[in-house]
């Protein structure tokens, strides 16, 4: 039983005694509540497996529409009004900081809970107990900068009146996640204003509260974490290589000898793109070649831009880790190993090549690319909420599994991506994967010319900026 510090009623006890009410004070603060809905609805694909510790009534597990929704509070009569409400989902009568489940879960969410937990530490490490690897916590709490306004809410009754709460800051949860062995993915602000004024409300919980200096002060903070879990058994893996292939002729047999070989398995998928120089004759010479001693397929794609190619060799691989090498071979092959080891070890679950590390050739990329780039790498770090360099690198590396996830969801930002590249970020990032950075040095061109068209192809991508704005920010 967790007994709150600064008096004698347990917290059973006091849920206990609120229960009955607990819906009349949800629906005085609906449009509060509404918002974590709308936020957990965002951050929890439909038909996960789901647990939440302090699920009170239900409402919010019920919300996010899981596969499998189990919840657990310390008071029965929350848990029972809860399974009465909510038949289809289950419920346990647990303290979070005793919990005990011979189950695993995609995702656990902690809505509101912190701030009563006797010791955190230990109820995270608890929660860590019912993930795998690629599980997700999703915490929301409230910003310690509102403690005046909330006290003061309570006592004219227009918020539901709870035992004092642990109130932390951002850093002191920052430190017990990671003392828990968490390892933060996303962090994140909503609700400038917790009461709903008509137009005035939906400007700033929509625009205003996601602006780099009034965001500090939403009430509602969260973060998503992952288990902090290194793999050590990597070569378990096998490892598919697409090669999108658009007047390389020059580069194909090159990119062969040059790939190592990673993993348990590693195949070459070529992917031609209708070359004028006898790129797809040069293919079918190398796959004779060098087919019966190396696993060597490929196809031409069946519509036009390099985003169609990836998509075209992601379908046909089979390996467990998908590569793509760009065909003009800026990137080195014999990179491929950091980004295969990177992911493979649970470094990171998407693996981004950045080419502005490294000072680079003095043509291999044009001055006006290399500020579009940069225009872009602070557009992507804002909207995402993580540093990014380099958005634009063609040399991506993740999971077959986890870009199947990025398939199903693709509809969310819609198909104007020409190169694939934002279009694989923005899907990871939905995806709350583990999103890293791998420095490599780039080269000249060594064949052929480039088949960016700057200014048309520049325009596509700010398109898509603004839509995955609109679809991950101002949400």
Known sequence: MIKNTDTTIPLKEYFDSIADRWDRWKNRNRYYHKSVERLLQFLVPPQSTVLELGCATGDLLNAVQPFKGVGIDISPMMVQLAQQKHPHLIFHVVNAEELSLDQKFDYVVMSDLVGHLYDIQLALEKAHTVMIPRSR?????????????????????????????????????????????????????????????????????????????????????????????????????????????????????????????????????????????????????????????????????????????????????????????????????????????????????????????????????????????????????????????????????LFKLDYEKIVANRSYFGEFDPFGDFDLIFGAAKQNMKIVEMPIRYTERTYGTTNIQRWRHGLLLLKMVLVAARRMKFV
């Open 137 to 397: 916590l999703i915490i929301t709490y409230y910003n310690f900068l509102w403690e005046p306004v909330l006290l003061l809410a309570e006592k004219i009754g227009i918020k539901t009146p709870q035992p004092r709460q642990n109130w932390i800051n951002t850093h002191d949860l920052h430190n017990l996640l990671d003392l828990a062995d968490f390892e933060i993915i996303r962090t994140g602000y909503r609700l400038l204003l917790p009461k709903n004024i008509p137009v005035i409300s939906w400007l700033f919980n929509k625009y205003f509260s996601q602006l780099p200096l009034l965001r500090k002060f939403c009430v509602v903070r969260f973060i998503v974490a992952r288990p902090r879990v290194q793999e050590t058994n990597s070569d378990r893996f096998s490892v598919s290589v697409i090669i999108p292939a658009r007047n390389e002729r020059g580069n194909i047999e090159t990119a062969v000898q040059r790939i190592p070989s990673m993993g348990s398995k590693t195949e070459i998928i070529f992917v031609e793109g209708g070359s004028k120089d006898g790129t797809l004759d040069e293919i079918k010479r190398v796959v004779n070649l060098y087919g019966e001693k190396q696993n060597i397929t490929y196809c031409v794609q069946s519509g036009s831009g390099k985003a169609n190619a990836v998509r075209d060799g992601f379908a046909r691989a089979t390996g467990d880790v998908l590569m793509i090498l760009d065909g003009d071979l800026t990137v080195a092959p014999e990179d491929l190993p950091k980004f295969f080891n990177a992911l493979a070890t649970n470094h990171g679950e998407f693996v981004n090549g950045s080419r502005l590390v490294y000072p680079m050739e003095k043509e291999a990329m044009r001055f006006l690319n290399l500020i579009g780039n940069k225009f872009f790498s602070i557009l992507f770090t804002y909207l995402l909420d993580q540093k990014f360099k380099d958005t634009l690198c063609g040399t991506k590396v």
